[in-house]
């Protein structure tokens, strides 16, 4: 069985995307964003969930993501919003997978 029979679908490479950085992607008409963070891969939605910010334009620092517009904080771990920017809401998330032979994102 494929990673596509699974619902993945390839959308990086890892040489696309450094530790502490972020990548903004498309996957099924959805626009994603991925980060790396201590060399796991988390993906999120990319569109802030309060007034439709591209998030792949913040900030991160370790775990939380900074939108670029109005500063909301997420975790892109479970893409929880920050107690602290209530005028948002969570992020989706998905679930990544990652070929290491070839550095495939999934």
């Not at 029979?5 to 994603?32: P, S």
């Not at 991925?34 to 990319?46: F, N, P, W």
């Not at 900074?66 to 209530?86: E, I, L, M, Q």
């Amino acid at each position: 069985m494929s990673k596509e029979d699974d619902g993945f679908q390839k959308v990086a490479n890892k040489q696309a995307l450094k530790e502490g950085e972020l990548l903004g992607i498309e996957a099924n008409g959805t626009k994603i964003v991925l980060a790396m963070v201590e060399g796991r891969i988390y993906a999120i939605d990319a569109v802030c969930s309060h007034k439709g910010a591209p998030l792949e334009e913040g900030s991160l620092g370790g775990h939380f993501l900074k939108c670029p517009w109005h500063y909301a904080v997420f975790d892109v771990r479970n893409g929880k919003v920050s107690d602290r920017t209530v005028w948002a809401t969570n992020q989706k998330c998905y679930p990544v997978k990652v070929d290491e032979a070839k550095g495939d994102i999934w």
